[in-house]
Every structure is written in C-alpha cells, then in structure tokens.
C-alpha cells in the first residue's frame, strides 16, 4: 500500500515567516491540513511552566511549554484518519512550529524539513511589533528569546542525522520567492 500522507515540516527563528509560509502552503494546495505547534501552549498558569525569576516572567521557548505528546497524537490521528473518499492521490500535512523538529517523534513523521533562520537583527525588527499574550516583558528578546533560538538551531546542526534531511532557508529573502520553491518541491513530491 502506498503511502496515503506527504508531511512537510516547518520550523526556525521567531518572525522569519513561518506561519506565513505554512499558511501559504496551505492555501496553495487547498486538500492540505495544517497543524500549528502554537495551539499547543500549556495555559500561562500551569505549573509546567518554567518561571524566569528576574524577568517575573514565563520562559515560553521551550518545549516543556507546549503539550507536544497532545500534538503528536493529534498527528497521529491525522494520519490514520479513514480516507473519505479513497483516491490515488497523496495528502498533505502541514506541520509548522517554532521548535517542530525538538519532537523526535514529530521530526520523524516529516517527509520535508524547512528551517527557516535570521539575524538577530531582522528577528528584533519584526519581533518588536508583534503582540503577544501574555506580553512581551523588556529584556525577554535579549535574555530568553534569542538565546533559546541559537541553542535549537545549534541543536539541529549538530545532530547529523536530522541536519542532512533540513532545508535552510533565509526567512529575509522575498516570502514569494520562498514559496514559488516550497511549492514547486512539494508538487514534484506528491506527483
């Protein structure tokens, strides 16, 4: 039996467009299904979370933050769900997150890997004008933010098996010039 799902991951630096890309996908082959890691933050008052004393503030960076074995077993019922209407065709699932491939179970689901990286910099920049809830408090971006980023990312280059099967991509570059190779990957993929 041929395989009934094509599972395309997505992760990177916050605000290196991410979501846009995934939802972009997402629009661009409309029988897709999309599951975001962000649906999966614990409530701000639960006492998984990792209290950041001198910011009096929640580290949301980690994954101890997200119920990652409740999206892993969402995506596992994605993936065994009955077929409605059984066609040859390949489906598609979407898998987006800001730190998608610390989930080796997940990781492994992905057919494709995206990584999507900025400078600290750019990821400052767009970081600054998004809204959070809970808000962010100052000094969160420099303390907590970007160094939990560079600590995942080194993660997924050091570990050779999972670096081989990425694709880096600059999240500065024009998001259409991004998603005009993402698509063309993808339609090849399920051809």
Same mark, same amino acid.
């Given at each position: 039996?041929?395989?009934?799902?094509f599972? #395309?991951g997505?992760?990177?630096?916050?605000?290196?467009g991410?979501?846009?890309?995934?939802?972009?996908?997402?629009?661009?082959?409309?029988?897709?299904?999309?599951? *975001? =890691?962000?649906?999966?933050?614990?409530?701000?008052?639960?006492?998984?979370?990792?209290?950041?004393?001198? $910011?009096?503030?929640?580290?949301? /960076?980690?994954?101890?933050?997200?119920?990652? =074995?409740?999206?892993?077993s969402?995506?596992?019922?994605? $993936? =065994?769900?009955?077929? %409605?209407?059984?066609? &040859?065709?390949?489906?598609?699932?979407? $898998?987006?997150?800001?730190?998608? !491939?610390?989930?080796?179970?997940?990781?492994?689901? *992905?057919?494709?890997?995206y990584?999507?990286?900025?400078?600290?910099?750019? *990821?400052? %920049?767009?970081?600054?004008?998004?809204?959070?809830?809970?808000?962010?408090?100052?000094?969160? !971006?420099?303390?907590?933010?970007?160094?939990? !980023? #560079?600590?995942?990312?080194?993660? #997924?280059?050091?570990n050779?098996?999972?670096?081989?099967?990425?694709?880096f991509? &600059?999240?500065?570059?024009?998001?259409? /010039?991004? *998603?005009?190779? #993402? !698509?063309?990957?993808?339609? =090849?993929?399920?051809?």
């Open positions: 039996m041929a395989k009934q799902w599972v #395309v997505i992760s990177g630096a916050t605000c290196s991410k979501s846009t890309l995934a939802n972009k996908i997402h629009d661009y082959f409309p029988t897709s299904v999309l599951v *975001c =890691q962000d649906n999966y933050f614990l409530p701000p008052g639960d006492p998984r979370h990792v209290k950041i004393q001198e $910011l009096n503030h929640v580290n949301w /960076e980690l994954s101890t933050s997200l119920d990652m =074995q409740k999206m892993y969402d995506v596992i019922k994605i $993936l =065994q769900s009955p077929e %409605k209407n059984p066609i &040859d065709s390949k489906k598609l699932l979407i $898998l987006d997150g800001f730190l998608l !491939f610390e989930h080796k179970a997940i990781t492994d689901l *992905c057919d494709y890997k990584f999507l990286t900025l400078t600290k910099e750019q *990821c400052w %920049k767009r970081r600054k004008n998004r809204i959070y809830e809970p808000p962010d408090v100052p000094g969160y !971006f420099d303390k907590i933010v970007w160094p939990e !980023f #560079v600590k995942y990312k080194n993660e #997924v280059i050091q050779n098996e999972l670096y081989e099967t990425v694709t991509i &600059d999240g500065s570059k024009d998001m259409e /010039e991004i *998603c005009e190779m #993402v !698509f063309k990957k993808i339609d =090849q993929l399920l051809s």
